[in-house]
């Protein structure tokens, strides 16, 4: 069972109440390049936003319930070289930590789906904490 109410793709609503195979629809369209984002959204205002940029990985952040901000899923290994990036239209430059193998979005996803929560066992870092 899913905690989630709604999945948008673009912007768009896609699904209600959506099953985990149509969240990996959704991930394969962003991936493969059909659509630049997805977003699930939970009753209680808690989101996940995930983008996919070619050559670099997954761009994923999470907000729970009574959140202030989201928090951005990382990858320290990945270095913190900066490097160019088109997320959901707009160009910016990231450290390379910043973009995640498909494993790890997919593991985040998934527990989010879920639960409307982050993976604890992944690591997250605030927005403005990324330089």
């Known amino acids: ?10 912007g768009k609503e896609v699904s209600d109440s959506p099953e985990w195979d149509e969240l990996e629809e959704a991930i394969t369209e962003v991936e493969s390049g ?8 939970s009753a209680d205002d808690a989101f996940a936003a995930a983008a996919a940029v070619p050559g670099l990985g997954f761009f994923l952040t999470v907000r729970e319930e009574d959140d202030v901000m989201e928090m951005q899923l990382v990858q320290p290994e990945r270095g913190d070289d900066l ?28 527990e989010f789906h879920a639960s409307g929560k982050r993976k604890s066992s992944l690591t997250w870092m605030a927005p403005g904490d990324i330089s």
């Open 83 to 110: 490097v160019e990036a088109t997320i959901a239209g707009n160009s910016e430059r990231h450290p390379r930590f910043a973009f995640v193998h498909r494993d790890l979005a997919i593991e985040a996803l998934r």
């Open 34 to 41: 059909g659509a630049s984002t997805l977003g699930l959204f």
């Open 1 to 10: 069972m899913s905690i989630v109410e709604r999945l948008s793709v673009d």
